[in-house]
């Protein structure tokens, strides 16, 4: 059964960084086209960033050139790099493969205030 935990949320000013992590269990990465996707207050999930299994990263618009994904395949864990934060990009962040086919962690929340 593949869970993911995702971390590293929190609540920052506009301008700021964090670093999110999901570490994966039940699965390899390291085999994964997996991303990192957003939910914002009343808004449907959205993918803002992706990572191919040989490691090619892209981004949603809103993301390019802040965001920068990554992922360890020894620690089966990926990572969300955010900087320049912006108060839209307040909201609950997932991973999960590409496209989303396994269930849900619980996210972790970022807020980010003007």
């Known amino acids: 059964q593949v869970q993911f935990v995702e971390s590293g949320g929190g609540l920052v000013q506009a301008g700021g960084s964090l670093r999110l992590s999901c570490a994966a269990s039940g699965g390899a990465v390291s085999t994964w086209f997996i991303g990192w996707y957003r939910q914002a207050p009343g808004k449907q999930r959205e993918l803002v960033a992706k990572?191919?299994?040989?490691?090619?990263?892209t981004y949603a618009d809103s993301a390019k050139g802040r965001f920068t994904i990554s992922k360890d395949n020894a620690k089966n864990t990926v990572y969300l790099q955010m900087t320049s934060l912006k108060p839209e990009d307040t909201g609950v962040y997932y991973c999960?493969?590409?496209?989303?086919?396994?269930?849900w962690g619980q996210g972790t929340q970022v807020t980010v205030s003007s």
């Open positions: 999960n493969r590409v496209p989303a086919i396994y269930s």
């Open positions: 990572i191919q299994s040989g490691g090619t990263a």
